[in-house]
C-alpha cells in the first residue's frame, strides 16, 4: 500500500508541475512585446554627426553600445512599371517596415499599381490581443506613423478636406478618390486613426482631427472619443489620466518644434563667392560661412519630451496586460530638420531619439521578452566634409559647391556638415543602406547582419508569433 500511495503522490506532484510549467510557459511567450524606434532619415552620416557633437569623436552613443548591429537594404518600386526606383520617401519604407511589403513612393500601407490594402503589424497585433502604440515627433497623421494603422493611396490624404485635388506648396499632388468613404473607401488618414484599435496614439497634429467628416457632421476628434479614446492636448492633461486609458495624444497643431536649432535659426548657407571668382573659378576668392553654436529652442518649452510621451505609452501599454504589447517609438525630425539644411535640429532630434530608447533598454531590463529595434526608413542629404579641403594647399580656391553649415563642438574643433542633393527650397532624401541596432533578445533570434528592410517586419511578426 505505501509504495502505491508513494506511486500515487509521486503521479499527482509529477502532473502537477508539468501543468504549472505548461501554464508558464505559456504565460511567459504570451507575453512578449517589441518595441521599434524609428529615427526618420537617420543615416551613418547623422549618427556620427550627432556622436561628434554630443559625446566627442572618441565618444560613444547608447546606440554604439547596443549588442546587435545591421544594414537594411531600402527598396521602392515605380508606381507603373513596378521597376526599382533607388531613392525612397517614408511612406512607402514605413510601409515595408509596418507590412512587410515593398511599394511606391507616397503609399501608406497601401500596394503600388493595385492599391490594395497591405495588413500592418499594429493591426495584426491588435488582432492577436496584444496592445499597440505608435508615438511621433511628427503630426501622427504622417507618413511614418499613419502607415502602422491606416491605409491610403496618398500620405498628403491626412484629413477629410484633404482627399480630392490636394494641393501642396502650390502644386496639385493627385487624390485618394478610391479611398473615399463614399466611394467604399476607409476615408482620411485621421478618420481611420480614430477609429482604429490602436491603445496609444502620441504626438502632433491636431488640425486634422478638427475637420468634419466625410458623410458625417461629426469630427475625427469626435469620433476618437466614441471610440474610446480620451483626448489630451497638453503634458499637463496626461497628470489626470487613468491607467488604463487609451490615449489620444495632440500635444500641437502639426508637429512637435524641435530641442535644438542654431544660433538665430540659422541653416547651412552658400560659400560667398569674390567677383573675380564669379569670372572665373581659378581667380579670386571663396569665403565660407562663419561657424555657428547649437542652441535651444524657446519653442520647444512646453512640448513633452520624446523620453516622456515614449514613457507614457508604455506605462499605459503594460498596466493590467500580460499578454504583450508593440510600441512604435519614431523621432521624426532628424529628417525634416535635414530637409531644412539644419544640422543643430537634427543633432537635437537623435539626441531625443537615443533618450527614448534609454527609455525602451531600462523596460527590457525589467522584461527580458521584450525585442528592441532601432533603424531608419531611408538616409538623408547631410554629409561630413572636411573643414578644410584637402586640397587646400593648391593655389587655386576650392569649396563645397553645396550648401555649407559648420558648427563648433566641445572638442573645440568645428564640425562642417554639407547639403548638396538640390537646389530647391528643400533638401532631398538619398539611397544608401540604413543602420539596424537591436537589443540581446536580437541577438538570441539570430537575425542577419544584411537584411532588407521588409525582412525587419517579418522578424517582429515571428517573434510576436503574429504569422
Known amino acids: 500500500m505505501a509504495v502505491c500511495r508513494n506511486f500515487y503522490l509521486g503521479f499527482n506532484l509529477a502532473v502537477t508541475m ?28 547623422q549618427v556620427t554627426i550627432a556622436r561628434n557633437y554630443l559625446v566627442g569623436s572618441r565618444g560613444k552613443l547608447l546606440l554604439d553600445k547596443m549588442p546587435f548591429r545591421a544594414v537594411a ?16 520617401d517614408s511612406a512607402n519604407t514605413a510601409t515595408a517596415l509596418a507590412t512587410g511589403q515593398i511599394t511606391s513612393r507616397g503609399r501608406i ?46 500620405r498628403y490624404c491626412e484629413s477629410p478636406a484633404a482627399m480630392i485635388d490636394i494641393v501642396k506648396y502650390g502644386i496639385n499632388l493627385g487624390s485618394c478618390v478610391n479611398d473615399l468613404k463614399i ?19 502620441l504626438g502632433g497634429g491636431r488640425q486634422y482631427f ?17 471610440s474610446g479614446f480620451t483626448v489630451i492636448h497638453s503634458w499637463e492633461e496626461s497628470n489626470q489620466l487613468y491607467p488604463s486609458d487609451r490615449v489620444l495624444g495632440l500635444f500641437s497643431e502639426e508637429h512637435l518644434p524641435v ?80 530637409h531644412e539644411r539644419k544640422p543643430c535640429g537634427s543633432i537635437g532630434e537623435l539626441a531625443q531619439l537615443i533618450d527614448a530608447v534609454a527609455v525602451a533598454l531600462n523596460y527590457a531590463e525589467e522584461n527580458p521578452d521584450t525585442l528592441i ?18 586640397f ?41 543602406n540604413v543602420p539596424v541596432f537591436g537589443n540581446k533578445v536580437a541577438v538570441s533570434e539570430d537575425l542577419p547582419t544584411y537584411m532588407q528592410q521588409s525582412d525587419i517586419f517579418k522578424f517582429m511578426a515571428r517573434y510576436l508569433e503574429l504569422n
Open 109 to 154: 500601407a497601401t500596394s503600388a499599381g493595385k492599391d490594395e490594402d497591405l495588413p500592418t503589424i499594429v493591426e495584426l497585433a491588435n488582432a492577436k490581443g496584444y496592445r499597440t502604440g505608435i508615438v511621433t515627433t511628427s503630426s501622427i497623421t504622417d507618413a511614418t506613423p499613419a502607415s502602422f494603422a491606416t491605409h491610403v493611396s496618398s
Open 392 to 432: 587646400s594647399e593648391y593655389p587655386v580656391p576650392v569649396y563645397t559647391p553645396g550648401r555649407l553649415a559648420r558648427i563648433y563642438t566641445k572638442e573645440g574643433g568645428i564640425l562642417a556638415i554639407n547639403y548638396a542633393t538640390s537646389n530647391f527650397e528643400a533638401e532631398e532624401h538619398t539611397g544608401a
Open 18 to 45: 508539468a501543468i504549472w510549467l505548461l501554464v508558464n510557459h505559456s504565460l511567459a511567450e504570451s507575453s512578449k512585446s517589441v518595441i521599434l524606434v524609428i529615427g526618420d532619415g537617420m543615416d551613418d552620416h
Open 183 to 201: 466611394n467604399g473607401g476607409l476615408g482620411s488618414i485621421s478618420e481611420q486613426l480614430a477609429k482604429s484599435n490602436t491603445h496609444i496614439l
Open 259 to 338: 530641442k535644438l536649432r542654431g544660433e538665430q535659426d540659422r541653416s547651412a548657407e552658400l560659400p560667398k563667392k569674390s567677383f573675380l571668382n564669379h569670372i572665373n573659378n581659378y581667380f579670386g576668392e571663396v569665403t565660407l560661412p562663419a561657424p555657428m553654436t547649437c542652441v535651444k529652442n524657446s519653442n520647444f518649452l512646453n512640448t513633452p519630451t520624446l523620453k516622456e510621451i515614449s514613457q507614457l505609452a508604455i506605462k499605459q501599454l503594460t498596466y493590467d496586460n500580460h499578454k504583450g504589447f508593440f510600441l512604435m517609438i519614431e523621432s521624426a525630425s532628424i529628417d525634416k530638420q535635414s
Open 373 to 390: 529595434l532601432v533603424t531608419s526608413d531611408h538616409t538623408h542629404a547631410a554629409q561630413i566634409v572636411p573643414d578644410k579641403s584637402l
Open 73 to 88: 537594404q531600402v527598396l521602392t518600386v515605380d508606381e507603373i512599371s513596378g521597376r526599382p526606383i533607388y531613392v525612397a
Open 210 to 226: 478638427t475637420v468634419t467628416s466625410e458623410m458625417s457632421q461629426k469630427t475625427s476628434l469626435q469620433q476618437a472619443l466614441e
